[in-house]
Every structure is written in C-alpha cells, then in structure tokens.
T-cell receptor
Framework: DAGVIQSPRHEVTEMGQEVTLRCKPI?????LFWYRQTMMRGLELLIY????????DSGMPEDRFSAKMPNASFSTLKIQPSEPRDSAVYFC??????????FGPGTRLTVT | GQQLNQSPQSMFIQEGEDVSMNCTSS?????WLWYKQDPGEGPVLLIA?????ELTSNGRLTAQFGITRKDSFLNISASIPSDVGIYFC??????????????FGKGTKLSVKP
C-alpha cells in the first residue's frame, strides 16, 4: 500500500513568495494532520481535518498560513507571503479514526 | 497546555546493549505512542498503547503505558546499529468522543558510541 505522499520534498523560495505544500493521505484514512518540525520547537501540530472538515486550526501560526482539503485524497498547506522564520520541515500525517498517525516523508522548506 | 518531558535527551549505544527511555507528563493521556525518525524521513510508528498498565512488544522493542496514565517507557533490547535515530513519544487525548490530536515529546536521540 502507498503511504502518505507529500510534494515537493524540498522547496527553496524567496521571502514574500507564496508557497504551496501538497499531501495525499493513505486511502481510507479519514483524518489528516499538518505538522511543522524545527530544532527549537520540535513537532508542532498546525491543523487537522476529519472527513475533509477542519477540526482544530489553533496551531496555525498566523493568517499567512491556510490549509484546505477539497476531497478525501488531497490537501494543501499554503503560506502567503512566506518569511524566513517559516523555514522548517512540514509533515502531513493521516489516520483511520484513531491515534495511529502515519507520516509522510516531509517537505523541507527554506525561505531566503 | 499539556507538555511531555522525554528523557534522556540523547544517549550513546553500543551494539548489544539494552536501551531505556521514558516520557512523563503532569497531564493524563488516554493513549501513548512511540515513533522513530531517521534523518530526512518522517516519524514511523513503532508501538501504540491504549490501556493503563499495558505492556506491548514489537520485536526487540517493548513499551509500557504507565499505571497513572501520566507516563510511558520504551525499552530496546540488544541494540543494533540501525536502532540509531530519534525516538519520540506522543500522548493522545479524546475530546467529546472524537479523536483528539497528539502531543509530542522533544525526542531522545540515539547515537553510536565512538
């Protein structure tokens, strides 16, 4: 079975540019999570969806961040405009009605 | 908010040694999970625990859900070089009967003894 798929794996962009990260969850999983990982703050939950509906977005740092899940097999995390402090590894994870979350390989974002 | 204290922060292993790490919290969790992360990869689920006092094994890995529901332990027996990596604990809560999110510890980094 295919795992969680994320694209791109690496993204380098300039400050002020829009960045879109993409995620395809495991088929049949009805929960989708977006995390950010940095050395200083570890793994932080940004937002999660259940059946394509956002449930908790309290971890989204500010209005520059937005996430959508238009259908059960696709989600995006958008940063507009991007800033150097957004540089981090962004993970998508999915689960089937439980706590056992399966992570994708991550997108390493560098904002210069 | 809830916080998980994971210890030790780092440790060195020699092949064949047993390894222990733990995770504690001032809050009660309904679920404890352990993940391993290799460089450049996402965390991989190792063990999930759902009941206080539960002891679960996955090969050479054994994890326990503390009886107070505020802690969990992970043991690795007879370590091998591929055990190197960062191990994360995560605690889960239920909100209103639906799945809550996971709170992650800061990780225990396992390295090989020089």
């Amino acid at each position: 079975d295919a795992g969680v798929i994320q694209s791109p794996r690496h993204e380098v962009t300039e400050m002020g540019q829009e960045v879109t990260l993409r995620c395809k969850p495991i088929s049949g999983h009805d929960y989708l999570f977006w995390y950010r990982q940095t050395m200083m703050r570890g793994l932080e939950l940004l937002i999660y969806f259940n059946n394509n509906v956002p449930i908790d977005d309290s971890g989204m740092p500010e209005d520059r961040f937005s996430a959508k899940m238009p259908n059960a097999s696709f989600s995006t995390l958008k940063i507009q405009p991007s800033e150097p402090r957004d540089s981090a590894v962004y993970f998508c994870a999915s689960s089937r009605a439980g706590y056992e979350q399966y992570f994708g390989p991550g997108t390493r974002l560098t904002v210069t | 908010g809830q916080q998980l204290n994971q210890s030790p922060q780092s440790m060195f292993i020699q092949e064949g040694e047993d390894v222990s790490m733990n995770c504690t919290s001032s809050s009660i969790f309904n679920t404890w999970l352990w993940y391993k992360q290799d460089p450049g990869e996402g965390p991989v689920l190792l063990i999930a625990l759902y009941k206080a006092g539960e002891l679960t094994s996955n090969g050479r890995l054994t994890a326990q859900f503390g009886i107070t529901r505020k802690d969990s332990f992970l043991n690795i027996s007879a370590s091998i070089p591929s055990d190197v990596g960062i191990y994360f604990c995560a605690g889960g809560l239920n909100y209103g009967g639906s799945q809550g999110n996971l709170i992650f510890g800061k990780g225990t980094k396992l390295s090989v003894k020089p």
